[in-house]
């Protein structure tokens, strides 16, 4: 099956600094990418649709500066945290979608491991 | 706009119990219907999913869940639990012709040995 690696699986980092994660498709292409965050014992919110080779999409209220994305290739995308803050601690959670036509809702989500961020 | 609603945000059940975990969503258009599962700082991992079709229909793990339009539902079900079941679950839906997903607050399923 589709397998989707998210690094780091955890990372402790102090307010002001930028943190980089990210999450690869292993053996299949994947044009769009889904980046969400999830707080403690609740759902997940989508933050953004990465988008191979464009600008990402972000949804409404998602800081665009604070969380930057790039994905620079069909199997890779990156979310970036700018000068975080301890507020931005969350677990972050990338999906690829794979198994249909592109675009298409019949494709199945395949999601990373998350990343649990704690900012100090 | 979708919208996903589970009733319930914690549900217990004894080993060998069936599992009922309730979904109930709102969509202007057919939905494609989700149930992922999360186990402790994992990610999500799909159990089963509508798109057309067959209304019931199987999952992984011996879950299986009904689309019935006319109670906007997608109940989860299992007849007996084993205590590998114990973890988060979500209800999601997707919009025909498009990726996203919303999802339900989650239900997490505790198994009583």
């Known amino acids: 099956g589709a397998v989707v690696s998210q690094h780091p699986s955890r990372v402790i980092c102090k307010s002001g600094t930028s943190v980089k994660i990210e999450c690869r498709s292993l053996?299949?292409?994947?044009?769009?990418m889904f980046w969400y965050r999830q707080f403690p014992k609740q759902s997940l919110m989508l933050m953004a649709t990465?988008?191979?080779?464009?600008?990402?999409?972000?949804e409404q209220g998602v800081e665009k500066d604070k969380f930057l994305i790039n994905h620079a290739s069909l199997t890779l995308s990156t979310l970036t945290v700018t000068s975080a803050h301890p507020e931005d601690s969350s677990f972050y959670i990338c999906?690829?979608?794979?198994?249909?036509?592109?675009?298409?809702?019949?494709?199945?989500?395949?999601f990373g491991a998350g990343t649990r961020l704690s900012v100090l | 706009a979708q919208s996903v609603t589970q009733l319930g945000s914690h549900v217990s059940v004894s080993e060998g119990a069936l599992v009922l975990l309730r979904c109930n969503y709102s969509s202007s258009v057919p939905p494609y219907l989700f149930w992922y599962v999360q186990y402790p700082n994992q990610g999500l991992q799909l159990l089963l999913k509508?798109?057309?079709?067959?209304?019931l229909v199987k999952g992984i793990n011996g879950f299986e869940a009904e689309f019935k339009k006319s109670e906007t539902s997608f109940h989860l079900t299992k007849p007996s639990a084993h205590m590998s079941d114990a973890a988060e679950y979500f209800c999601?839906?997707?919009?025909?012709?498009?990726?996203?997903?919303?999802f339900g607050t989650g239900t997490r399923l505790t198994i009583i040995p």
């Open positions: 053996d299949f292409q994947a044009t769009t």
């Open positions: 999601a839906v997707s919009d025909f012709g498009n990726e996203k997903l919303t």
């Open positions: 509508y798109t057309t079709g067959a209304t």
């Open positions: 999906s690829a979608p794979h198994g249909g036509l592109a675009g298409g809702a019949k494709n199945i989500q395949y």
């Open positions: 990465s988008n191979e080779g464009s600008k990402a999409t972000y």
